[in-house]
């Protein structure tokens, strides 16, 4: 029996992709360990490569695979890996890159045949220029170490944002179709998901290679009775129609949460990003969506830092976000990317303007995230248990449990009791 460590980085589409992976490892030849720093035979990292920090997280699990098992055979793969084959080649500790165009073709593969290689073996095609290329990704029947289960329906994009790499490392957009979703849906209910999470790389393009649309799949799902609960994972405000908030308003199934990305609040900004909405379509977005769903969840991505971005900019950005209907955000600083526009921009901002604006909008987000919290305080919501303590609601409010000692995994209704340090203190009912 050969031991195994695994490592995700990035988004929930990689975290599919390490799961699909690891469904399909024949348990007869291979265990998992538990720590990443445990000797392996094989160590494989699954990369991101949103910002430069992603990269350098990458490079130091290969560091970290070696000196736990020089002898170990180390396998990269994912965006990092399809956009810089090349340095992730020079480096010694490396023995296979394998990008995106060949995670599903040949991983399994390298893991279950590979060997320590004097030269790394490099396993790429230009996925981007691949315009017939489809959905691809094999299905799962266990999510390990997730009370909820992610479900990859979309994957690629065919936008150009400016400041984004992603097209290039994921491919255009293709759909997995929707008889297919439903019987992976089912597949992992039958394995005691309550909840399950559709996710993709630009969800909200879902189907139009294939027909279709996110609404009409929405519509099949709950038709089908496959799942007890979805979770939409990001959206784009500009994809975030009428239609789709109505339809969630009205569901029985669909969680009332929504991650809409903002990017920045400055219209001039938005136009130097490619992003195809105006600060005041985003603010009618985050409006339609509260007032459908009085008590959703809505949170969004905040860049700052974009080159050239001005202080009155970046107030406008702030401001924006103060006046929406947020309830929480994810704030990054702008990070150059290889290979796209924004990289060759004139008027890159400092690091140290960066940290100041990102800290400035995380304590605004720490704000309205508290303020939504303690509008449910005395109120009861349904909730899954994440660990003996911890739980979410259908909201998506992370809730800490006062007393109880609940299986993970378990449905419950809680109470909401008091609020502290963006922490709901619940009670089981």
Do not use: W
């Not at 400041?163 to 039958?190: H, N, W, Y």
């Not at 949460?257 to 490619?274: E, T």
């Not at 303690?374 to 911890?390: D, H, P, Q």
């Not at 409010?397 to 963006?422: C, M, Q, S, Y």
């Amino acid at each position: 029996m050969r031991k195994i460590s695994v490592v995700t980085l990035g988004c929930k589409v990689n975290q599919y992709d390490t799961a699909a992976l690891l469904n399909h490892l024949p348990s007869s030849e291979f265990v998992k360990n538990e720590k990443f720093d445990e000797p392996a035979d094989v160590y494989v990292i699954d990369t991101c490569t949103v910002t430069h920090k992603a990269d350098s997280e990458a490079r130091n699990y290969i560091y970290r695979a070696k000196r736990s098992n020089p002898r170990g055979v180390v396998i990269v793969t994912g965006c990092y890996a399809q956009v810089s084959p090349e340095q992730l080649s020079a480096m010694e500790e490396v023995d296979y890159v394998i990008g995106n165009s060949h995670k599903s073709s040949s991983l399994l593969g390298a893991i279950r045949r590979g060997e320590v290689q004097s030269e790394p073996k490099v396993l790429i095609s230009d996925i981007f220029k691949e315009k017939k290329r489809k959905f691809d990704t094999p299905d799962i029947r266990f999510f390990p170490d997730r009370t909820r289960a992610f479900l990859k329906v979309q994957d690629g994009c065919n936008y150009a944002c400016t400041f984004c790499v992603i097209p290039r490392a994921r491919g255009r957009s293709r759909s997995l179709e929707a008889d297919e979703v439903i019987s992976r849906l089912k597949t992992l209910a039958q394995g005691g998901y309550r909840e399950v999470v559709l996710t993709g790389v630009h969800l909200a393009s879902y189907g139009r290679d294939i027909g279709s649309d996110l609404v009409g799949l929405l519509e099949k799902i709950e038709e089908s009775g496959a799942v007890r609960r979805i979770r939409l994972s990001s959206l784009d405000p500009a994809d975030t129609t009428e239609e789709l908030i109505n339809f969630v308003s009205e569901s029985e199934i669909v969680c009332p949460s929504f991650h809409v990305a903002l990017q920045s609040g400055d219209r001039d900004v938005l136009r130097k990003m490619r992003r195809r909405y105006s600060p005041e379509q985003f603010l009618e977005c985050t409006d339609s969506i509260r007032s459908a769903l009085p008590e959703a969840s809505i949170g969004t991505d905040i860049m700052v830092g974009f080159p050239g971005e001005t202080q009155e900019q970046f107030e406008n950005s702030r401001d924006v976000a103060a006046a929406s209907e947020l309830t929480y955000f994810h704030v990054f600083p702008y990070s150059i990317r290889k290979m796209t526009p924004a990289a060759n921009m004139k008027d890159q901002v400092s690091p140290q303007v960066k940290k100041q604006r990102a800290a400035e909008l995380r304590a605004l987000g720490k704000t309205k995230k508290e303020n939504f919290y303690r509008t449910f305080i005395g109120k009861t919501l349904g909730a899954i248990v994440e660990s003996k303590s911890n739980c979410t609601t259908e909201n998506y409010i992370n809730a800490k449990l006062i007393e109880g000692n609940i299986d993970t995994g378990t449905e419950i209704k809680i109470r909401i009791e008091d609020v502290k340090n963006e922490v709901a203190y619940a009670t089981a009912v």
